[in-house]
């Protein structure tokens, strides 16, 4: 089991396990990029508890599956969900990702009412890999 992160790895399997702790809520699914069992297990508590535990087994095929979805690069995938996670309604992680204009929304507006923590948990991985692609090709050309 490797919980620290290579090069190539996007995401951290201790960092799974952390939100797996509260995965009855979904937080370790959306972490992985499964955002609709997320939802499912936001709504249903983990499968009434059963899907949680069996999420205990999942978790390091998930982290695999993620780091081979997601792009590796300058913005660091744990460090936006930390900041996601425990700062979400301040915008926090949209000021880390350069996204100022929505990092002061969220800021002023409580997460854009936490709407917008909502979307960004159902999408993160993806701005983040998007931002880390930008990235990578302008530093190639």
């Not at 955002?35 to 982290?63: E, R």
């Not at 915008?91 to 880390?96: E, K, N, P, S, T």
């Not at 204009?101 to 997460?111: A, D, E, K, R």
């Amino acid at each position: 089991m490797n919980f620290a992160p290579s090069k190539k790895d996007t995401h951290s399997t201790a960092i799974g396990y952390i939100l797996w702790i509260f995965g009855f809520m979904g937080s370790h699914r959306f972490y992985y990029g499964k955002s609709v069992t997320g939802t499912i297990w936001f709504c249903t508590l983990g499968l009434l508890g059963i899907g949680w535990i069996v999420d205990l087994f999942l978790i390091p095929s998930m982290d695999e599956a993620a780091s081979r979805k997601y792009t590796p690069g300058p913005y660091n995938y744990n460090i936006t969900w930390i900041l996601l996670t425990f700062l979400g309604i301040f915008g926090i992680h949209r000021f880390y990702l350069g996204k100022w204009l929505s990092g002061i929304l969220y800021l002023v507006t409580g997460g854009f009412f936490f709407l917008g923590v909502l979307w960004d948990f159902w999408n993160i991985n993806e701005i983040i890999s998007e931002r880390n692609f930008e990235a990578l090709s302008e530093n190639r050309i």
